[in-house]
């Protein structure tokens, strides 16, 4: 089931049925405009406030480039120390992130198209997981086939559920992620070149 969302607020109602232990009424989320429009902020700071208040969450951010998963790794890292009181265990060399039993890492794929160690080790990884967030920074530079990977080497146990967040920056229309988008939530150009966002 995948459905498109234009509002931030469906992350506080996620949050409360996380903690009630329901079942989420989906299992992908598609978040695309400027940088201006907060989609990453809001992703990230979603999954930090779970991983607090939720027991048995895990979490896996992923970008194309290695490089650049360290600096989204930072981006975790600094909100975790500004917006929580520092309250999460930081592990620099893993790019992971800990509050209890609950868990995010941080991955680049490589430039060959493979997963950097995501697709063998992800089971041992959130065996206690019973959500887990998968958050594709810019996915529009991430192959389909990679995501799918990823998401069945997270899945521990049949109860395991796994929220796939896809953010990004409405890049170029040409793009086959950015046509997905387009073809269930038509883009206003117009609106986008003039407000940065819709």
């Known amino acids: 089931m995948a459905e498109l969302y234009s509002v931030f607020t469906i992350f506080d109602d996620l949050i409360d049925m996380m903690r009630q232990g329901q ?6 989320l598609h978040i695309s405009g400027s940088r201006s429009c907060s989609k990453s902020f809001s992703t990230e700071h979603f999954i930090l406030k779970a991983m607090l208040l939720v027991e048995g969450v895990g979490a896996m951010a992923i970008r194309q480039d290695v490089n650049m998963a360290q600096e989204l790794f ?3 890292k600094e909100m975790g120390e500004d917006d929580f009181g520092a309250l999460f265990n930081s592990n620099e060399t893993k790019k992971q992130l800990k509050y209890g039993k609950n868990k995010l890492s941080v991955r680049g794929l490589t430039s060959n198209r493979k997963s950097n160690g995501l697709k063998k080790p992800g089971q041992a990884k959130y065996q206690q997981a019973r959500y887990i967030v998968l958050h594709a920074e810019e996915a529009f ?10 998401r069945h080497s997270l899945r521990s146990n049949k ?3 796994i929220l796939e967040i896809n953010t990004c920056n ?6 086959s992620y950015i046509k ?5 939530m038509k883009f206003d150009e117009k609106e986008l ?6």
């Open 74 to 76: 930072t981006e975790y």
């Open 141 to 150: 530079e991430i192959d389909e086939q990679d995501k799918r990977d990823i």
């Open 170 to 175: 409405p890049a170029s229309m040409g793009n």
């Open 180 to 184: 997905y988008l387009n073809k269930h």
């Open 23 to 28: 079942e989420l009424p989906l299992d992908r």
């Open 159 to 161: 109860e395991t559920q």
């Open 193 to 198: 070149k003039t407000k940065g966002y819709q």
